[in-house]
């Protein structure tokens, strides 16, 4: 992410003002207008203070839908969610969403209030040691028991969250910090002297990577979020088309390759395509962008990519060989480092690997049994989304076998088009994750695609979608099993089913007590109506869809396997 999207603009005329009152300014400041959260007893001073504020305050019904709004609205957005919570419980309750937005690099600024300074350490009432919880899943965190010390922190914090490697950054402020008054003007500046995120790419390194590139027979793009992060989409695509190179995409990445694209491989890794995955494996350069090689994507690490010379390009200098061993690193800015290697990039002949690889799309698409039996195959639903929406809206999905058809169906067309859990795989992220960014993006058809697993877990939030009126809409593909536990017990567990079955609510009923509306589809005939009429309707809808119960995704890589190891199902 560029470094120039810093917002902070520090100003004077704090005297006088209270912690908590310095905390909104400085929100301000740096651009909040939105905020997402739950009030309780030691942060009352800061709410205290938001009752005026120009700054919308989203009261959600959990802190932990709170923290996934929050990473919604970032993920749609591109700017830091903002979160305020409670100390003790409701801060803790951040745990999960703070640890889901620290492995998929997601800005985003969380403050706790905590107990006051003098009880910290004696177990008082509501009191959790916040930075010491969250250290491992957050990109930085403070305790902040001075209000002199606040502005400074929180321009600190947003900086930390946005620029480099972005992350979340929490702040933990004693409740005495809140209502202390500055008795003069605080220092402001930044205080930061070993953060200094790289940029701007080695020309030597850039040049060797071309070179590289120029020189493979079968060069493939392996296209991680970073491209979406640093907003280099463009340059990406730019770079693919000159060099003439075919681009598979993580989870993370889908949309910064358009998938109608003859070049594009769609998805990689464990379920990913069957093409992308032997592509793969006979490739001679993988030029691997804003990715970190994880082990979903890479299977049985000895054998990926044997035949490959790997140029790793990447901001965070930690990821260079950290999985996989690097042959031309280049640390920097997607963006910076992928124009520069466009002036170097030439066209050759590649009509043999790109037939091999046309072939391979032809013969091995995602796929699925469509003779119809009655019953509606979840695969369906997304293509019906996909082409009722052209193909244009913001997805947000839960965790499980959904999550896995949506990205192999759907068609993503564009970035920031996916709002999906990828490292940390959360379950219930979907729900909280969709109303986020469709606050963020109030243009946009929002929709969460969802299991009934997954959406059990956070759709109380639908009642915060309600109370705002969202015109966000939820497809819950019911199928009355943890599907993807269901699966790997089919598979590698004989059949022995347990604990999986998942009866659900009927969450059409659940809609109408939340006070949003809900619709039901059973047959295969009812399913495009009942998309449809869900996209016909003006506020939050809930679209339920009973599908086949025991459908599988396909392909699928074992654990432990290589990636052309693949089980590609009964219609191989």
Same mark, same amino acid.
């Given at each position: 992410?560029?470094?120039?999207?810093?917002?902070?603009?520090?100003?004077?005329?704090?005297?006088?003002?209270?912690?908590?009152?310095?905390?909104?300014?400085?929100?301000?400041?740096?651009?909040?207008?939105?905020?997402?959260?739950?009030?309780?007893?030691?942060?009352?001073?800061?709410?205290d203070?938001?009752?005026?504020?120009?700054?919308?305050?989203v009261?959600? /019904?959990?802190?932990?839908?709170?923290?996934?709004?929050?990473?919604?609205?970032?993920? $749609?957005?591109?700017?830091?969610?903002?979160?305020?919570?409670?100390?003790?419980p409701?801060? +803790?309750?951040?745990?999960?969403?703070?640890?889901?937005?620290?492995?998929?690099?997601?800005?985003? =600024?969380?403050i706790?209030?905590?107990?006051?300074?003098?009880?910290?350490?004696n177990?008082?009432f509501?009191?959790?040691?916040?930075?010491?919880?969250?250290?491992?899943?957050?990109?930085?965190?403070?305790?902040?028991?001075? $209000?002199?010390?606040?502005?400074?922190?929180?321009?600190?914090?947003?900086?930390?969250?946005r620029?480099?490697?972005?992350?979340?950054?929490?702040?933990?402020?004693?409740?005495?910090?809140?209502?202390?008054?500055l008795?003069?003007?605080?220092?402001?500046?930044?205080?930061?002297?070993?953060?200094?995120?790289?940029?701007?790419?080695?020309?030597?390194?850039?040049?060797?990577?071309?070179?590289?590139?120029?020189?493979?027979? /079968?060069? =493939?793009?392996? !296209?991680?979020?970073?491209?979406? *992060?640093?907003?280099a +989409?463009?340059?990406?695509?730019?770079?693919?088309?000159?060099?003439?190179?075919? &681009? +598979?995409t993580?989870?993370?990445?889908?949309?910064?390759?358009?998938?109608?694209?003859?070049?594009?491989?769609?998805?990689?890794?464990?379920?990913?395509?069957?093409?992308?995955?032997?592509?793969?494996?006979?490739c001679?350069?993988l030029?691997?962008?804003?990715?970190?090689?994880?082990?979903?994507? +890479?299977?049985?690490?000895?054998?990926? $990519?044997?035949?490959?010379?790997?140029?790793?390009?990447?901001?965070?200098?930690?990821?260079?060989?950290?999985?996989?061993?690097?042959?031309?690193?280049?640390?920097?800015?997607?963006?910076?480092?992928?124009?520069? @290697?466009?002036?170097? *990039?030439?066209?050759?002949?590649?009509?043999?690997?790109?037939?091999?690889?046309?072939?391979?799309?032809?013969?091995?698409?995602?796929?699925?049994? /469509?003779?119809?039996?009655?019953?509606?195959?979840?695969?369906?639903?997304?293509?019906?989304?996909?082409?009722?929406?052209?193909?244009?809206?913001?997805? &947000?999905?839960?965790?499980?076998?959904?999550?896995?058809?949506? &990205?192999?169906?759907?068609?993503?067309?564009? #970035? /920031?088009? *996916?709002?999906?859990?990828?490292?940390?795989?959360?379950?219930?992220?979907?729900?909280?994750?969709a109303?986020?960014?469709?606050?963020?993006? #109030?243009? $946009?058809?929002?929709?969460?695609i969802?299991?009934?697993?997954?959406?059990?877990?956070?759709?109380?939030?639908?009642?915060?979608?309600?109370?705002?009126?969202?015109?966000?809409?939820?497809?819950?593909?019911?199928?009355?099993?943890?599907?993807? !536990?269901?699966?790997?017990?089919?598979?590698?567990?004989?059949?022995?089913?347990?604990?999986?079955?998942?009866?659900?609510?009927?969450?059409?009923?659940?809609?109408?007590?939340?006070?949003?509306?809900?619709?039901?589809?059973?047959?295969?005939?009812?399913?495009?109506?009942?998309?449809?009429? @869900?996209?016909?309707?003006?506020?939050?809808?809930?679209?339920?869809?009973?599908?086949?119960?025991?459908?599988? !995704?396909?392909?699928?890589?074992?654990?432990?396997?290589?990636?052309?190891?693949?089980?590609?199902?009964?219609?191989?």
């Amino acid at each position: 992410m560029a470094e120039s999207n810093a917002k902070a603009t520090p100003s004077a005329g704090y005297i006088g003002a209270s912690g908590a009152q310095m905390i909104e300014r400085t929100l301000r400041e740096e651009g909040v207008d939105l905020i997402f959260g739950f009030p309780g007893g030691v942060v009352l001073p800061l709410f205290d203070v938001l009752y005026g504020s120009p700054i919308k305050f989203v009261l959600t /019904r959990h802190e932990q839908g709170a923290t996934h709004m929050a990473d919604g609205y970032a993920r $749609a957005t591109g700017k830091p969610g903002v979160v305020i919570v409670t100390s003790g419980p409701g801060a +803790t309750n951040t745990v999960t969403g703070l640890a889901n937005a620290n492995m998929d690099s997601i800005p985003m =600024v969380v403050i706790t209030g905590q107990v006051k300074s003098t009880l910290i350490g004696n177990d008082a009432f509501q009191e959790a040691d916040m930075t010491g919880i969250t250290r491992p899943i957050t990109k930085h965190n403070f305790l902040v028991k001075r $209000a002199e010390d606040l502005g400074r922190v929180l321009h600190e914090a947003f900086h930390i969250a946005r620029t480099g490697r972005p992350g979340p950054v929490l702040v933990d402020v004693p409740v005495d910090a809140l209502v202390n008054k500055l008795a003069e003007e605080p220092d402001l500046a930044m205080r930061l002297p070993g953060y200094k995120p790289r940029y701007s790419g080695h020309t030597g390194q850039i040049k060797t990577a071309a070179d590289a590139i120029n020189a493979a027979q /079968r060069p =493939v793009l392996y !296209v991680g979020g970073g491209v979406v *992060i640093s907003g280099a +989409t463009q340059e990406l695509r730019a770079v693919m088309h000159k060099g003439k190179l075919p &681009a +598979t995409t993580t989870l993370m990445a889908l949309g910064s390759v358009d998938e109608s694209d003859p070049l594009a491989l769609q998805m990689l890794g464990m379920h990913g395509s069957a093409s992308a995955n032997y592509a793969v494996q006979e490739c001679d350069c993988l030029i691997a962008v804003g990715s970190r090689f994880d082990d979903r994507v +890479t299977g049985k690490l000895e054998t990926f $990519a044997p035949h490959a010379k790997i140029i790793h390009v990447d901001i965070d200098p930690t990821s260079i060989s950290k999985n996989v061993v690097v042959d031309i690193p280049v640390v920097g800015d997607c963006k910076d480092i992928l124009a520069r @290697m466009l002036e170097h *990039i030439q066209t050759p002949d590649r009509s043999a690997w790109l037939d091999k690889i046309a072939n391979w799309k032809k013969k091995h698409p995602f796929k699925y049994d /469509r003779s119809g039996d009655g019953k509606i195959k979840p695969q369906a639903v997304i293509e019906a989304v996909g082409d009722l929406t052209d193909h244009d809206a913001i997805i &947000a999905t839960g965790v499980g076998q959904h999550q896995m058809w949506a &990205a192999q169906f759907y068609g993503w067309r564009k #970035p /920031r088009q *996916i709002i999906t859990s990828g490292g940390l795989g959360t379950m219930g992220f979907g729900c909280p994750a969709a109303i986020g960014a469709q606050f963020g993006r #109030p243009d $946009a058809a929002v929709i969460d695609i969802d299991g009934d697993g997954s959406f059990s877990m956070t759709m109380v939030e639908v009642i915060t979608a309600v109370a705002h009126d969202l015109p966000v809409k939820f497809v819950v593909l019911d199928n009355g099993y943890l599907g993807m !536990v269901r699966q790997w017990q089919e598979m590698f567990y004989g059949r022995r089913y347990s604990s999986v079955n998942h009866p659900c609510p009927d969450f059409v009923k659940v809609a109408e007590a939340f006070g949003a509306r809900g619709l039901r589809v059973s047959h295969p005939g009812e399913l495009r109506d009942g998309v449809s009429e @869900m996209l016909k309707s003006p506020g939050p809808t809930i679209l339920v869809a009973d599908v086949e119960e025991e459908e599988n !995704v396909y392909p699928m890589v074992a654990s432990g396997k290589s990636l052309h190891e693949m089980d590609l199902g009964k219609l191989a």
